[in-house]
C-alpha cells in the first residue's frame, strides 16, 4: 500500500505567518493528492484536490503544489481560523491519509 | 442540499459485530461513489473502505475480510458491517461522498457528522 508522510508532525505559528506542509508519498502517485483541515470534534473540510485545485468556497491563501511523491500546502497568511489539522490524501491506489500536521497558535 | 447522517455506534465487546447506517440526502448513493473513514481516539484519519457506483469495493488492509461495505439503492443507504471487532477498531466512524473528477482523481467532498464505535470488554 502506499504510505504517506507528512512533516512536520505539529508547528507554532503566528497569525500572518506563511505555513508550509510536506507530504511525501512511498511511490508515484501523480496528480492524486488532497488535503483537508480538521477542527477538534468536527469531521475533515476538504481545501484542495488533485495537487493545486482549491475547493469552492475555500480561501485563496490556502494554495497546494507538487507532483509525483513530493507536495506542499501552503498557508499564505495565517488567520486565527486556520488552526487546525491538515491531513494530505492519496487517490492513486485505494486511499490514504498521512498522519496529520497540527498547527498551533505560537 | 448534500446531508449524510451515520447511526450505528455504541459499545461492542471484542469480538462482536456491529452494523453501521450512513443516510445520505441530497444525491444519489448509488451513482457515486462512497466510503467509510475512521479516526482512533486523539489519532490521524484512516481510509476504511470504497464502493463504486459500480459496485466495486475495496478495503484497508486492516480490515480486510472483516469489514463489508454495500449500500441499499432504494433507502439512499450506505453500510458498513463490522465483525470480528477488535478493541483496535475502536473509532469514530465517518461516511464520505468520493466525487470524481477529470483524469480519475477523486476526493471525499461530503462527509458525516461520525459515529463512535467502542470495542470494549
Known amino acids: 500500500d502506499i504510505q504517506m508522510t507528512q512533516s512536520p508532525s505539529s508547528l507554532s505559528a503566528s497569525v500572518g505567518d506563511r505555513v508550509t506542509i510536506t507530504c511525501r508519498a512511498s511511490?508515484?502517485?501523480?496528480?492524486?493528492l488532497n488535503w483537508y483541515q480538521q477542527k477538534p470534534g468536527k469531521a475533515p473540510k476538504l481545501l484542495i484536490y488533485?495537487?493545486?485545485s482549491l475547493q469552492s468556497g475555500v480561501p485563496s491563501r490556502f494554495s497546494g503544489s507538487g507532483s509525483g511523491t513530493d507536495f506542499t500546502l501552503t498557508i499564505s497568511g495565517l488567520q486565527p481560523e486556520d488552526f487546525a489539522t491538515y491531513y494530505c490524501?492519496?487517490?492513486?491506489?485505494?486511499?490514504?491519509f498521512g498522519q496529520g500536521t497540527k498547527v498551533e497558535i505560537k | 442540499e448534500v446531508q449524510l447522517v451515520e447511526t450505528g455506534g455504541g459499545l461492542i465487546q471484542p469480538g462482536g459485530s456491529l452494523r453501521l447506517s450512513c443516510a445520505a440526502s441530497g444525491f444519489s448513493v448509488s451513482s457515486n461513489y462512497m466510503s467509510w473513514v475512521r479516526q482512533a481516539p486523539g489519532k490521524g484519519l484512516e481510509w476504511v473502505s470504497v464502493?463504486?457506483?459500480?459496485?466495486?469495493?475495496y478495503y484497508a488492509d486492516s480490515v480486510k475480510g472483516r469489514f463489508t461495505i454495500s449500500r441499499d439503492n432504494s433507502r439512499n443507504t450506505l453500510y458498513l458491517q463490522m465483525n470480528s471487532l477488535r478493541a483496535e477498531d475502536t473509532a469514530v466512524y465517518y461516511c464520505a461522498r468520493v466525487l470524481v473528477v477529470a483524469g480519475n482523481s477523486d476526493y471525499f467532498d461530503y462527509w458525516g457528522q461520525g459515529t463512535l464505535v467502542t470495542v470494549s470488554s
Open positions: 511511490q508515484s502517485i501523480s496528480s492524486y
Open positions: 464502493i463504486y457506483s459500480a459496485g466495486n469495493t
Open positions: 490524501q492519496q487517490s492513486h491506489t485505494k486511499r490514504t
Open positions: 488533485a495537487v493545486s
